[in-house]
């Protein structure tokens, strides 16, 4: 399985081993998800790091460097990295404000450790809650996959597998073409249609209001908007459907009270684009509404 899997740094800070543990900057940055952890010993670091990594360290090797403090955040915003956790008190007395400035400007999470942090039981303690998601993740989608495909099966169109999607993880659900136009919907928690769409005169279709339309950032690779229905704030994402490299249009969820995880978006995501690859019948519908 690739390991897409990883826990986000705010989940990150909710751990037993960070609880003296603060975010100093980059608070924008907080969905970030970490899939590995490092340690930074040398000046030179970006050369081996990797996206989805949080790296650990005292800083000591560029603590009298100030070009390379301000390269630094930068660099690691770039390569995709989660964010950075850094523990003052040994060879610098606080974190340098222009790496905190850089980490607010990308948005790229900084975490203080407390003096006594030990970086091996933070790897130990981070990298074995990513393991546990990784196998509860794979268990699934499993379940999911085999759901979807009963579901196509037996005949099945996008109207059922939006139904199917709603079921199973309790929010509303729509399946949109790449004009934004409603495919299937299938919408609970007292949500109306008309909350969300807004009748097209010109296409003769329900598309997406366009107030709802700018995400505010990003989870992984889904896009995040937190819109308010009603006397509600309501975080809606938005997947892709990625089929052959084209998109085909995008899966719509919105969650009130804040319960989906970011697994439950890729399983979310998988199931679909497998079960319209796996169907031709799907594949027509999807280009037949979106005009392809």
């Known amino acids: 399985m690739k390991r897409e899997i990883g826990i ?45 990594e949080l790296l650990l360290s005292t800083i000591y090797s560029i603590k009298d460097d100030e070009e390379a403090q301000r390269q630094l955040i930068p660099t690691l915003a770039e390569r995709g990295l989660a964010g950075m956790a850094i523990k003052p008190g040994l060879y610098i007395e606080k974190i340098p404000a222009l790496m905190l400035d850089q980490a ?11 003096l006594d942090a030990s970086f091996s039981d ?18 699934k989608s499993l379940d ?4 979807l495909m009963d579901v196509v099966l037996k005949g099945g169109g996008l109207a059922e597998i939006a139904a199917a999607i709603s079921r199973l993880i309790k929010t509303p659900v729509a399946l949109l073409n790449q004009n934004l136009e409603i495919l299937a919907i299938n919408l609970i928690h007292k949500l109306q249609k008309e909350d969300l769409f807004e009748y097209d005169q010109i296409s003769k279709a ?3 209001k366009k107030e709802l339309e700018n995400s505010t950032e990003h989870i992984g690779r889904f896009k995040l908007a937190k819109i308010q229905i009603n006397e509600n704030i309501v975080r809606q994402f938005s997947i892709p459907i990625m089929i052959s490299q084209e998109n085909h249009g995008y899966i719509f969820v919105w969650d009130i009270g804040e319960k989906l995880e970011m697994s439950d978006l890729l399983i979310v995501e998988r199931s679909v684009i497998v079960a319209l690859n796996q169907n031709m019948l799907l594949q027509r519908e999807l280009k037949q509404c979106t005009g392809i």
């Not at 970490?34 to 670091?45: L, S, T």
């Not at 999911?144 to 759901?147: A, F, Q, S, Y």
Request: proline share 4%.
């Open 144 to 147: 999911t996959h085999e759901m």
């Open 104 to 114: 607010n400007k990308y948005n790229f999470p900084i975490i203080e450790l407390p």
């Open 122 to 139: 933070l790897m130990d303690t981070i990298l074995s809650e990513i393991l546990n998601d990784q196998a509860v993740f794979l268990k």
């Open 206 to 208: 329900w598309v997406l």
């Open 8 to 52: 986000t740094i705010r989940e990150t800070l909710q751990l037993e081993s960070l609880k003296n543990a603060k975010i100093v900057a980059g608070v924008e940055g907080l969905g970030r998800v970490v899939k590995y952890v490092n340690i930074m010993e040398v000046p030179d670091i970006v050369k081996w790091v990797r996206e989805g």
